[in-house]
């Protein structure tokens, strides 16, 4: 059985491609779930006659998994809507495999990259959204779209459900330190971005991996970021070698333990995000992406 290979071009990607994982599905409110394949998270809804997914997990047999998860969980109701939060195929790849007459929804970006990437099982969006803040209705349930500006990846959209008191938002903020990579976060404006959304009233945090938290998770997980954006700046002033993983490890594990060791993940993950910060600020980030103007990117140039 050959499977949608999003960007793999090896034959033995079909094992890891085809695995399907056991699925933790948690109710959050009558209508709303949020589901974990034991790495990534993300929500869906039943709504009055369908059910409404954001994204699709990151391989065919993931999505597959997704897709039994939530006809159990709902029986009798098809996904008919699915939002993308961004662009990544290990969030959003695979469409074509979890519901391919479903009506996708995405942020413009996110579009333009997903048309220009041509990603096997990465369905195009029908649906594309722009600006800050969209008030969703779709089949009776009612919530809010928000991008309050570059984050993570290309259209990053969280979702903010008022009545519930829940706000959804894909690999940015972690109440813990288990991601290190960040490869593309973008960092210039990425803090301010996320605490902005600590302005909007809600109680339970749903990241893009990971356990459930809390608006103390959510502040924390922002003030961490932060004091790694502080400190790699000073690793500058005090010359350390900032391309070489030991001694920046050490350096930040220094800095930031007394404040940040209780952060599950922190010994493990901290000289890798360091390295990755450290490197905004010697680069100045990687590209248009990062600029507070991210909408000029791809605009010209892809039409949708
Ligand atoms: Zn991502």
Redesign the pocket.
Known sequence: MSENRGTFSRDSAQQYLSHEPEMQVTALSERLWTISDGNCRTMFIEADNSIIAFDTFGTPGRARAYLKAMTATVPGKDVKTIIY????L??CGFAADLAPRAEIIADDICARVIKLRQAEGQLTPGRILSGNKNDMQIDGVEFTLLNPGPT??SG?ISAWFVKEKILFS??TILANARYGFMP?YHIANFVKFMRSFLELEWETFVP?RFALSDRAGFKKGCDFIEAVQLETQNAFAEFVPIWAFEPMQAYISNKLSKKFADLDGFEEHIGQTAIRVVHHYLMGGWGLEDTPEAAVMLADTVDL
């Open positions: 939060s961004h662009d990544h290990d969030h993570h990846g990053n894909s690999d593309d893009g």
